[in-house]
């Protein structure tokens, strides 16, 4: 197949790209610079070359976000102008990767991406909306940000499910090589974890000394990650590296 894969140069992204080749699809791998093998230039924030990056695509990973820009502008309006570029009458599969969670936890970002999810339900396509857990390299950068010299404070209660980019990346290619579900499919870390487990675990590895504080957060987005609201549900796919095994390297 044809397949377009947006946010191609992304952490996901530039994982999903080899796989679907070794499967044997003709991948492009879109990006606003279009940099790479196979690469091609659109941008979704404006819609610019956005008809010709899409022409002739059997299959669309829309894995493309802006989560420390504008969402709204990207990944929802983006989203629209993706959907309205599209060749309906070729498009066998449009596989959106989403986060587990965004239907729960009340964060901006999060509102923005159930928001997209919505755009592509009513749109007609054949789509499967695929939420993912948080990545492990994602959860040493939020750590690595949060320590205050020797100290590491969390928040009390939180949990987690990380996952491993690579096992993400093989769970896209599989699902967008099979037909389109219509509906949410879920990925997560084979385990769930505290923040402060978490915080342990990565200080112990990576910054020995380093005291982890676990400290009560009031309000409406603390109870949802304490409720568990980014943790995948009990039929959702699981990879199988740990986080203990990433800090390893193993």
């Excluded at 940099?35 to 924030?45: I, S």
């Excluded at 290619?173 to 487990?197: H, I, M, N, Q």
């Excluded at 978490?198 to 910054?207: D, G, Q």
């Excluded at 980014?230 to 039929?235: A, I, N, Q, R």
Aim: aromatic share 6%; hydrophobic share 45%.
């Amino acid at each position: 197949m044809d397949v377009l894969v947006t946010g191609g140069s992304g952490q996901l992204g530039r994982r999903v790209v080899p796989l679907l080749q070794q499967a044997g699809h003709a991948v492009r791998q879109m990006s606003r610079r279009g940099a790479g093998p196979g690469g091609v230039r659109a941008d979704l924030a404006t819609g610019r070359d956005l008809p010709a990056a899409v022409r002739g695509v059997d299959v669309v990973v829309h894995a493309a976000s802006d989560p420390r820009g504008d969402p709204w502008q990207v990944d929802v309006a983006g989203t629209r102008r993706l959907v309205q570029a599209l060749d309906r009458g070729r498009l066998q599969h449009l596989v959106y990767v989403s986060i587990v969670g965004v239907d729960r936890v009340p964060w901006n970002y999060y509102r923005a991406k159930f928001a997209a999810e919505q755009v592509l339900l009513a749109s007609g396509l054949p789509v499967t909306l695929l939420r993912i857990t948080q990545y492990h390299h994602f959860v040493d950068e939020m750590l690595a940000t949060a320590r205050r010299g020797p100290v590491l404070p969390v928040p009390m209660g939180w949990q987690a499910a990380p996952v491993d980019v690579g096992e993400a990346a093989a769970f896209v290619a599989e699902v967008a090589s099979g037909a389109a579900t219509g509906d949410v499919v879920e990925f997560g870390g084979p385990e769930a974890l505290s923040a402060a487990d978490l915080a342990r675990a990565w200080a112990a590895a990576r910054e020995p000394g380093v005291r982890v504080v676990a400290t009560p957060l009031p309000g409406r987005l603390s109870a949802a990650f304490r409720e568990g609201g980014v943790l995948p549900g009990p039929g959702a796919a699981r990879g199988r590296r740990t986080y203990a095994e990433h800090l390893r390297g193993a």
